[in-house]
């Protein structure tokens, strides 16, 4: 009777264990990045947050998202401390004012290889935009974790 008990006791551990690994899978691969960036200045100013501002394109390597941004780690650390911005630089839907607006974003930021991250906060004022720099970061080997702690050292320099 105890054996069974202890059965039963270990089987819901294991399929709590399994739901919690679950929804964070699940929440990893759902994450919103926004392309407006009205909308993602809109969003950065309403949640004081800083825009984390993924420039990419087709033939872009796809290291950087695959080994960072589809990870558990990066869905959590991002939903606590950015607002996702994915400018896609070779899109074909995109309107040729956000192509133009994009690639002007990328040569006032000093991008140079794709991908590339840049983080910002913006300001509107007498509708025009004003971005603050806070850093940049492209791939770098060693997984989500040490892309997160080298990008934490960029938006916390003093921690």
């Known amino acids: 009777m105890l054996t069974n008990q202890i059965f039963y006791t270990?089987?819901?551990?294991?399929?709590l264990l399994i739901f919690f690994l679950g929804s964070i899978t699940l929440h990893s691969q759902n994450l919103?990045?926004?392309?407006?960036?009205?909308?993602a200045i809109a969003a950065s100013n309403d949640e004081n947050k800083p825009m984390l501002i993924f420039f990419t394109a087709s033939s872009a390597p796809a290291n950087l998202q695959n080994e960072v941004f589809k990870t558990p780690?990066?869905?959590?650390w991002s939903r606590d401390n950015v607002i996702l911005?994915?400018?896609?630089?070779?899109d074909i839907n995109a309107t040729d004012s956000d192509k133009e607006q994009n690639i002007k974003l990328k040569?006032?930021?000093?991008v140079q290889d794709?991908?590339?991250?840049?983080?910002?906060?913006?300001?509107?004022?007498k509708n025009k935009t004003t971005f603050q720099a806070l850093g940049k970061i492209g791939y770098k080997p060693g997984g989500a974790k040490a892309w997160i702690a080298e990008s934490d050292a960029i938006l916390h320099p003093s921690e």
């Open 73 to 76: 780690d990066f869905a959590v």
């Open 10 to 15: 270990m089987i819901k551990k294991l399929l």
């Open 32 to 39: 919103v990045w926004k392309t407006s960036m009205d909308a």
């Open 85 to 90: 911005v994915k400018l896609d630089l070779s």
């Open 107 to 110: 040569n006032a930021f000093g």
């Open 114 to 125: 794709l991908p590339e991250v840049c983080f910002a906060s913006a300001s509107v004022r």
